[in-house]
């Protein structure tokens, strides 16, 4: 399974950024997905996740009504789109995806994009 990130960047706060995750190596339209993110010091925590069909989605309190994950399994692509940034968004941002194997689960990470929000 192979994910890549893209779309990060600087931006001013109030401003907006869409993510981008391309999938490639696993069925993408059967998988949950997410967006997680880790800010300098800090653990990595869930921003959004979104299940297969994208009929339901969850977000951290911190993003609720400002963050939306949105997924095309007909590009294998999976999304978040980001209005009303914050200096706290800043982090870089991992896409995510699991898969169960023989029992075992398999999870699986990006590279990341960096996300800054100036002040």
């Known amino acids: 399974v192979h994910l890549v990130e893209s779309g990060g960047g600087l931006v001013q706060a109030g401003g907006s950024l869409r993510l981008s995750c391309a999938a490639s190596g696993h069925t993408f339209s059967m998988t949950v997905m997410g967006w997680y993110r880790q800010a300098p010091g800090k653990q990595r925590e869930l921003v959004a996740v979104i299940t297969s069909a994208g009929g339901s989605t969850n977000y951290a309190d911190s993003v609720k009504g400002r963050f939306t994950i949105s997924r095309d399994n007909a590009n294998n692509t999976m999304y978040l789109q980001m209005n009303s940034l914050k200096p706290e968004d800043t982090a870089v941002y991992y896409c995510?995806?699991?898969?169960?194997?023989?029992?075992?689960?398999?999870?699986?990470w990006g590279r990341g994009t960096q996300v800054t929000v100036s002040s």
């Open positions: 995510n995806t699991f898969e169960w194997k023989n029992n075992l689960k398999y999870v699986y």
